[in-house]
């Protein structure tokens, strides 16, 4: 079993910056990839950037490149998501995932291919 626990959330002003940490423990050896979601009141779930462990590569959604920035500590078994340029449209719960390297699904992708999760952080951007 895998558990992950979020950090770093909080409130900031538009254009500030904000880092998360997502720390993983118990058999965290067996992770291929981990991501950030995030969820706005009324709104679905949504992807926000991926990490893979295997070659770093990452991926990020539409509405935070060049803004936010994904990256690993392989020796802490811990992501980082940074955060700049933040908009008020940022503000939702962020969510840590990862996926099992049992499964090692070649794309990131939809809620459902992720097998572990985070209890959400808040983050929240004042206009």
């Known amino acids: 079993q895998v558990q992950l626990v979020e950090s770093g959330g909080g409130l900031v002003q538009a254009g500030g910056s904000l880092r998360l940490s997502c720390a993983a423990s118990?058999?965290?050896?067996?992770?291929?990839?981990m991501g950030w979601f995030r969820q706005a009141p009324g709104k679905e779930r949504e992807l926000v950037a991926d990490?893979?462990?295997?070659?770093?590569?990452?991926y990020y959604g539409d509405p935070v490149k060049g803004r936010f920035t994904i990256s690993g500590d392989n020796a802490k078994n811990t992501v980082y998501l940074e955060m700049d340029s933040l908009k008020p449209e940022d503000t939702a719960v962020y969510y840590c995932?990862?996926?099992?390297?049992?499964?090692?699904?070649?794309?990131?992708?939809?809620?459902?291919?992720?097998?572990?999760w985070g209890q959400g952080t808040q983050v929240t951007v004042s206009s």
């Open positions: 995932a990862a996926q099992s390297a049992i499964r090692a699904l070649r794309d990131p992708g939809p809620i459902r291919n992720y097998d572990y």
């Open positions: 990490f893979r462990w295997t070659d770093s590569s990452t």
């Open positions: 118990g058999r965290a050896f067996s992770l291929f990839r």
